[in-house]
T-cell receptor, first 113, second 111 residues
Framework: NAGVTQTPKFQVLKTGQSMTLQCAQD?????MSWYRQDPGMGLRLIHY???????DQGEVPNGYNVSRSTTEDFPLRLLSAAPSQTSVYFC????????????FGPGTRLTVT | AQSVTQPDIHITVSEGASLELRCNYS??????LFWYVQSPGQGLQLLLK??????LVQGIKGFEAEFKRSQSSFNLRKPSVHWSDAAEYFC?????????FGTGTSLTVIP
């Protein structure tokens, strides 16, 4: 099993550009989530999904969109990048929302100039 | 709203010394509690978790944590620290569909 994979590992965007961060898991997990990690702030939940076709907002959803068309994939879209979105982004999955034992991807470091 | 507090931003210990990292949470019921470790440039790895039952839980790499309901705490301990334990440690609370992380404690280990 590859576990949770994320692409790209690094990305530089200009303000106003859009892009999609990819996340995939091969563990047949129902629950997937996206976090951003900023210095001194820990990880903050952006969006999550409890299954294919079901998504919801987390703590800091503004400026981001998600969709879950398959169990395996959970892409995160930045609609119009802003410097405030410079961060490290982590995708995570768990067997189901009751389990809560999350497996994390290696992260994507995004810089918006 | 749920919150997780890790009061120590940075801790330095000597190799072989004992370690305790503090975590306090705010939640109306008994939450699901976790400790994760993050090495530089890496994702997060689960060290241990508490859902219910025995309040002293054992994890990987020789770590343990104790849930104290009266103090709303879930402190992480290790009796003898190794140089490879240097990393960032995060306490987290699972509540419903969401997860809340503390701001992390950075651990430095002195030879």
């Amino acid at each position: 099993n590859a576990g949770v994979t994320q692409t790209p590992k690094f990305q530089v965007l200009k303000t106003g550009q859009s892009m999609t961060l990819q996340c995939a898991q091969d563990m047949n997990h129902e629950y997937m989530s996206w976090y951003r990690q900023d210095p001194g702030m820990g990880l903050r939940l952006i969006h999550y999904s409890v299954g294919a076709g079901i998504t919801d907002q987390g703590e800091v959803p503004n400026g981001y969109n998600v969709s879950r068309s398959t169990t395996e994939d959970f892409p995160l879209r930045l609609l119009s990048a802003a410097p405030s979105q410079t961060s490290v982004y982590f995708c995570a999955s768990s067997r189901d929302r009751q389990n809560h034992e999350q497996y994390f991807g290696p992260g994507t470091r995004l810089t918006v100039t | 709203a749920q919150s997780v507090t890790q009061p120590d931003i940075h801790i330095t210990v000597s190799e072989g010394a004992s370690l305790e990292l503090r975590c306090n949470y705010s939640y109306g019921a008994t939450p699901y509690l976790f400790w994760y470790v993050q090495s530089p440039g890496q994702g997060l790895q689960l060290l241990l978790k508490y859902f219910s039952g025995d309040t002293l839980v054992q994890g990987i790499k020789g770590f343990e944590a104790e849930f104290k309901r009266s103090q709303s705490s879930f402190n992480l301990r290790k009796p003898s620290v190794h140089w490879s334990d240097a990393a960032e440690y995060f306490c987290a609370v699972g509540s419903g569909n969401q997860f809340y992380f503390g701001t992390g404690t950075s651990l430095t280990v002195i030879p």
